[in-house]
């Protein structure tokens, strides 16, 4: 064992798919494991996971669900829990409530953060199948404190976008199947630790901080990034870009936090409802017209009667055309890429 302990923190991200890859990566790692694992997937925000019982059936190790204030343990994995984001500190686990990062909660960029801070070179970052990029900031984080990094092979992957998006914007130490992941997981937690990089990116600190507290403010906003004139999908609060050139991101000052495919498709998720919003508003338009129509003419007033009834009928031709374009939205702007899934079902 070198000065630094050996290679023994492994946090994993995924999303769609990524159930699959994690049954055949534990289904590799011997029981005399001695690392730790840590996982962070997509899971709907108010469905109880099972996710632990389905890892468990192929897994010599031992597998349970994230607690707050746990400490951590060789020779486990903890996964992450619905609606919390998942973290670490030193020696134990962190769940937070707070404000979701590229449209979901759990992230895994926070996670992987978290770890690449207090564990330095002794963390390896692993990314499997999913969609858009959630998790490639927090590659970057892991190599920038001389971690290791290992992707999914896209060939591989269910979905194969958060995998080579991470291939692209990281440097990619491994890229296996599953089942070679689960080896790998277990060779480099038996391999030392080189001595961690002496500086690290400024703005890491920061970000572990504000996810941990759940909390940020335009003064800290301002020391991370410029801001751009868009504002948060979630909060409608403006945003900052980040001043990390390697991906560009967003972040309010609620803790909002975006990667540029994450904000385009939180801008769609946001015009959407804005666009059925509009046809609500339209069809009590419509009505209220009709309404006065019928008034009007209860008092024989026949010029205003008809009158509104073409204005009601007018708006009730404007409701149809905007329903027909909401009803092939997803046609015209594709799927909203973040599948949430339900661990086990």
Known sequence: MSDYGNRNIFVIGGSAGSITSLRAIFSQIKADFEGTILVAIHLHPH???????????????????????????????????????????????ILTNGPR???????????????????????????LSGTLD?????????????????????????????????KAIASIDHIASPEEIGQLIYEISRSPAPAPPKH???NLEAEVKISIRS??????QNELGNQVPYICPECSGPLWEMKE????????????AYSLKNL???????????????????????????TISKEAKRELDD??????????????????????FLLDFENRFGKDPVLEQEAGE
């Open 101 to 127: 990062e590229n449209r979901v909660k759990p992230a895994i960029d926070p996670l992987f953060r978290s770890a690449a801070f207090y564990h330095r070179s002794k963390t390896t970052g692993i990314i």
């Open 134 to 166: 959630d998790g490639s900031a927090g590659l970057l984080a892991v190599k920038d404190c001389g971690g290791l990094s290992i992707v999914e092979d896209p060939e591989t992957a269910q979905f194969k976008e958060m995998p080579k998006n991470a």
């Open 47 to 93: 469905l109880r996971s099972h996710l632990d019982r389905v890892l468990a059936e192929k897994s010599e190790i031992p597998i349970e669900l994230a607690t707050h204030g746990k400490t951590l343990e060789k020779g486990k994995a903890y996964l992450c829990v619905p609606n919390r984001h998942i973290l670490v500190d030193e020696e134990k686990i």
């Open 215 to 220: 909390q940020s403010d335009i003064d800290l």
């Open 303 to 324: 010029d205003m009667a008809t009158h509104y009834e073409h204005q009601s009928e007018s708006l009730y031709q404007q409701t149809e055309h905007l329903r027909n």
């Open 245 to 256: 050139k390697r991906q560009k991101r967003y972040r309010c000052h609620t803790g909002h």
């Open 200 to 202: 690290i990116p400024e």
């Open 264 to 290: 385009a498709a939180g801008q769609e998720e946001a015009l959407e409802e804005s666009l059925w919003a509009a046809l609500r508003t339209l069809e009590e338009k419509a009505r209220t017209l009709k």
